[in-house]
């Protein structure tokens, strides 16, 4: 059986011109699928031969709320979703004025071990279909109510880890007759694996691209986010400027504040130096504490100098608003807790 929703239209086509049906009936069966329909016997504008017949050659994903939390502050909610083969991931939807933005998982857990991430603690079991990454999607919009406008990847896995099914995903929730949702309102975030990095930029896709860069140098990231061991600081800086020449869309650098680890002020120089003149955003998140690790957030006195360095050397800054404080919101926390009870 083949998984269809993960299939591009021009392929649906492909599909029918060998089952020696008609061309049109693509299109139709790419809407209900795009519409969140679970089982071929709803699509109701096909002949009832055609439906059984896909059903006997194609299954359509489709996720189960296995867990629902909402903020009681912001309206912030956040899903676990039980996948076809029982694995969990997690999507949450978060309410901003210009819109409402899902962050969506890429990958069941992820192996780049970075020292402060939840959801790399048990490693990666295995990658997301694009139908499976598009689920997130319909599905979190079909049980809100919400209409969805952004998206970001910042969910548990590495996108860039999985690339040939994001790079699917994002064609489909891009097509118009999808979800229909803007390049340049979906962010791609990385930990930085850089020949992945040049190939996205050599797709020019207009999305958004962020890089996770939590320090300034090679001893402080080598420590913290293992990929750095291989590539170092500078080279991925490099590759930043990389992509935004080949795209002409600006790169901006994450930066969760840990204590002690990547807060002090000759790091805030050091990042100074490095990204001046470059144009390039970075946002600062106060480090979301895990459980199973002792690093810790870092202490609002030091976050306010970070800032001012960050700022009086020109650099743009913005600090990212804690959402969902109340119900583990930090991707890879609800499915860490899930899969342990
Ligand atoms: N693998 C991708 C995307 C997933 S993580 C990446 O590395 O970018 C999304 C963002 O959350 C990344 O910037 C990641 O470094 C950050 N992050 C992970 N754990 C965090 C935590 N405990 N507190 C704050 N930010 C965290």
Redesign the pocket.
């Known amino acids: 059986m083949k998984d269809i929703k993960s299939m591009l239209l021009p392929e649906i086509e492909l599909e029918l011109k060998e089952l020696s049906e008609q061309k049109f009936r693509a299109r139709q069966i790419y809407k209900w699928l795009h519409s969140g329909v679970v089982s071929f016997e709803d699509m109701t504008n096909l002949p009832q031969k055609l439906r059984q017949r896909l059903g006997e050659l194609y299954y359509i994903t489709a996720p189960k709320v296995l867990r629902k939390q909402e903020s009681k502050y912001d309206g912030t909610i956040k899903y676990l979703w039980e996948l076809n083969d029982k694995n969990s991931v997690e999507s949450v939807i978060m309410r901003y004025n210009y819109g409402n933005t899902i962050c969506v998982s890429s990958q069941v857990g992820?192996r780049?071990g970075?020292a402060?991430?939840?959801?790399t603690i048990g490693g990666r079991v295995r990658d997301l279909s694009a139908s499976e990454i598009l689920d997130q999607v319909i599905f979190a919009e079909l049980d809100s109510g919400l209409k969805i406008s952004n998206i970001v990847?910042?969910?548990i896995?590495?996108?860039l880890d999985n690339f040939d099914n994001v790079i699917r995903f994002l064609q489909l929730v891009n097509s118009e007759d999808g979800l229909n949702i803007g390049m340049r309102h979906i962010t791609i975030?990385?930990?930085g694996i850089i020949e992945k990095v040049d190939k996205l930029g050599d797709y020019n896709i207009q999305s958004t691209l962020?890089i996770?860069l939590?320090a300034p140098d090679d001893e402080t990231r080598d420590k913290i986010m293992p990929i750095n061991r291989a590539t170092g600081v500078d080279n991925l800086l490099a590759a930043g400027r990389r992509y935004f020449e080949k795209t002409g869309r600006r790169v901006s650098y994450?930066y969760?504040m840990i204590d002690g680890v990547n807060d002090s002020e000759k790091q805030a120089k050091l990042l100074v130096s490095k990204l001046k003149g470059t144009g390039s955003h970075v946002n600062l998140?106060l480090?979301?504490?895990?459980i199973e690790s002792p690093l810790k957030p870092t202490k609002p006195e030091n976050l306010e100098k970070f800032i001012n360095i960050l700022k009086s050397g020109g650099i743009n800054v913005t600090k990212r608003r804690k959402l969902g404080g109340d119900i583990d919101a930090?991707?890879?926390q609800l499915r860490r807790k899930a899969t342990q009870n």
């Open positions: 992820c780049m970075c402060f991430c939840a959801s990847m910042m969910g896995g590495e996108p975030s990385t930990c962020t996770s939590h994450e969760a998140i480090l979301n504490e895990v930090s991707c890879g």
